[in-house]
């Protein structure tokens, strides 16, 4: 059974430093999203991206937060300097297009101290 | 743009009892609709889908949604169900003109008691 593989589960970190997590997408699909959960906003979505390429970055801090997809079966979300307020747990989610649903990873927690 | 609105936060119920978990939707252009279900510590995983036919759709555990146009509605519904149901449950309106992006309800808290 073909499932997003995300990569830490948990990190904890202390203010100001360096937090990359990483996603495996299901093989074969196109579409990557990131999403924040948090109890307070609930699922936002980040950015995402199709064949690679980002197509809407709206939903980031521009500033501090960054996604990438070096190559078909890594996405990458970076936040640099983490702030207490990052801490959420962040999901990644492949998928096809035109009404395919999403496949989601099992998160990374994280917690900015 | 598209919107989803869940009414019930929170739904507790006893075991055995049929539920209904309320979903509404908001757009301009025909959509897809979908349930997914979330366990704690786990990511989301799809319940059932609407894509186009019939308007009654099955989907896991026992669980069925029905779509109405009308109504813009998407009500997810279960006859009978087990404490293994307790989880929180995210309706999902997604167009087929924005490379499957979905936007997500805020989530309705099913808590099934004994």
């Known amino acids: 059974d073909a499932r997003v593989t995300q990569t830490p589960r948990h990190k904890v970190t202390e203010m100001g430093q360096e937090v990359t997590m990483r996603c495996q997408p299901i093989l074969g699909h196109n579409t990557v999203f990131w999403y924040r959960q948090t109890m307070m906003q609930g699922l936002e979505l980040l950015a995402y991206f199709r064949n690679r390429a980002p197509l809407d970055d709206s939903g980031m801090p521009k500033d501090r937060f960054s996604a990438e997809m070096p190559d078909a079966t890594l996405a990458t979300l970076k936040i640099q300097p983490s702030e207490p307020r990052d801490s959420a747990v962040y999901f990644c989610a492949s998928g096809l297009e035109q009404g395919s649903p999403l496949h989601f990873g099992n998160g990374t927690r994280l917690t900015v101290t | ?114």
């Open chain 2, 1 to 114: 743009a598209q919107s989803v609105t869940q009414l019930d936060s929170q739904v507790p119920v006893f075991e055995e009892a049929p539920v209904e978990l309320r979903c509404n939707y908001s757009s301009s252009v025909s959509v897809y609709l979908f349930w997914y279900v979330q366990y704690p510590n786990q990511g989301l995983q799809l319940l059932l889908k609407y894509l186009s036919g019939s308007t009654l759709v099955k989907g896991i555990n026992g669980f069925e949604a029905e779509f109405n146009k009308s109504q813009t509605s998407f009500h997810l519904r279960k006859p009978s169900v087990h404490i293994s149901d307790t989880a929180e449950y995210f309706c999902a309106v997604s167009v087929n003109t924005n490379a499957g992006k979905s936007t997500f309800g805020d989530g309705t808290t099913l808590t099934v008691k004994p």
